[in-house]
């Protein structure tokens, strides 16, 4: 079983940046998909980023131009760096991977964006 661990959540001023990690347990040559995804309190789970295992990204747009995903091959790892913050952004993020004929979550980082 592939686990997914977020990391580098936080509290930060409006306008600040974080950088979310999502290490997996295991390498695998299937992954179709990686993917951020966030929650706000009362609010259904929002695509924000996601990473084709070509490379392509696609974006929300409330994110375009300040988010960016991205990934170390070698330490199985991917990134969602998150610059120009505002309260808005304010959320629990989840990493998300299609792999290997399977869908893994990991278990949430909070993401508070104080104005």
């Known amino acids: 079983q592939v686990q997914l661990v977020e990391s580098g959540g936080g509290l930060v001023q409006a306008g600040g940046s974080l950088r979310l990690s999502c290490a997996a347990s295991e390498n695998s040559a299937s992954i179709v998909v990686m993917a951020w995804y966030r929650q706000a309190p009362g609010k259904q789970r929002e695509l924000v980023a996601m990473l084709s295992s070509s490379d392509i990204t696609n974006y929300a747009g409330s994110v375009k131009g300040r988010f960016t995903i991205s990934r170390d091959t070698a330490k199985n790892t991917v990134y969602l760096q998150m610059n120009s913050l505002n309260p808005e952004d304010t959320a629990v993020y989840y990493c998300?991977?299609?792999?290997?004929?399977?869908?893994?979550w990991g278990q949430g980082t909070q993401v508070t964006v104080s104005s």
């Open positions: 998300y991977q299609n792999r290997d004929g399977n869908v893994y």
